[in-house]
Structures are given as C-alpha cells and as structure tokens.
C-alpha cells in the first residue's frame, strides 16, 4: 500500500497515526451549506445546485492540519491517507478493504497512537462533541480519550456528548492505544456551517494535536 505521507519521529519521540475517516467513494456524511458559502475544501455541488459539505473533505482537511503540527513539534506520523481516496491512498473499492488498509498501515508501522477524525450526523438538531474508545479499550486509549475530548469540547465551545465506547473496525483492529474524534455534526447546519470555516477546522486540528 502506498502511504504518502510517513515522517520518521525526532529520537524518542513517538509515531502517531492520523485517520482521516472516509473518503474516495465513500463520503461520509455530508451537510447543506447557504449557497456560495467559501470552505476552502474541493466545492460540492448536488444536482439541484445545492451547496454540500462532505465528511471526508473536513476530516482530511484537520487531518492535514493536526500533522502538519505533529511534525513541527518532532513527532513521527503517519497519515492513512493523504487524498481524496481509501485507505493507503489506493482508489476504493469496499468498507472492508478500506478500514483494514487503515489498520494494517498503522499496526505495520508500530505506531504509538491511533487517532481517527470524524464528523457526525444524526438529525438537525443534533449538536455536540463526542469521543470514542474500543469497548474493552486498556487505560492507554481511555486516557488518550478523555484528553483529546477535553480540548475538544473547550475549543469548540459545542455541547459535550461525553466520551463513548464502540466496536468501531479502527478502535478494535489496532495494536495501539486508539480513538475516533467527531467533532461536531454535519447534520445540524449551524455546526456544517462551522465546520465550513477553516479558521474552525484549525482550531479542532489544534485541539487534537
């Protein structure tokens, strides 16, 4: 699998994956934003000329923006992918193939930590920040859970939804401590409508990292 991005850590320093969830085939889910709204994402359209904001568009975008910070402070990282595609920058093709490329990178690598970045839908009204570990996580994720969710919820200032266990594929096939962040939900405009702002995306990548 190729991984385009990969930097080695500083001596000592620990190798963090970074996965940003979805995206090729798979948008994840997506938000309605007023038309002509500026994202600086890649512009979505629906066919009847509605504005759109794609989940795996916000979670590449932070994705890049929590490495870029990572690798500035002298950690390791390594991205699961770098593009618009499946995991290990390869086209998609199935839910299964995807996430597994995403672990296997990550467990091949030895990394140190796992961190996967979502965005949320529900309904409109839904709200909120919410962060998950694998339901018999060790102490190392729930930690690196309760950390990461509350420098979330303090710089997003949204509703906090609590930290959350699940059998996520990400959560339970990784060797490392290991969680997945939804930021907010894509699903209630008012939220898309942040997420649509970079200066918010870079607030979240600052929070995770």
Excluded at 22 to 36: F, I, K, M, R, W
Excluded at 174 to 196: D, K
């Amino acid at each position: 699998l190729a991984v385009a991005t990969a930097v080695a850590p500083a001596t000592g320093a620990p190798l963090i994956a970074i996965d940003p969830g979805h995206g090729g085939g798979d948008s994840g889910a997506t938000g309605t934003l007023p038309p002509g709204t500026a994202t600086g994402l890649t512009p979505r359209i629906d066919a009847d000329g509605q504005t759109r904001i794609y989940e795996k568009d916000v979670n590449l975008d932070v994705a890049q923006r929590v490495n870029a910070a990572l690798t500035a402070r002298g950690y390791g990282t390594l991205m699961t992918r770098t593009q618009d595609l499946a995991g290990g920058d390869v086209p998609y093709t199935t839910t299964g193939a995807d996430l597994s490329a995403r672990t296997d990178l990550a467990n091949n690598a030895k990394a140190d930590l796992f961190v996967s970045i979502h965005s949320n839908a529900l309904s409109e009204t839904s709200s909120g920040t919410e962060t998950y570990h694998f339901y018999y996580a060790g102490a190392g994720s729930q930690a690196l859970a309760a950390l990461i969710h509350e420098r979330v919820v303090a710089s997003l200032g949204l509703p906090d939804r609590g930290i959350k266990t699940a059998g996520f594929y990400v959560l339970k096939n990784t060797t490392m401590p290991a969680v997945l962040v939804e930021g907010a939900f894509l699903s209630n405009p008012t939220e898309a409508l942040r997420l649509a702002d970079p200066n918010v995306r870079q607030v979240l990548a600052d929070a995770i990292t």
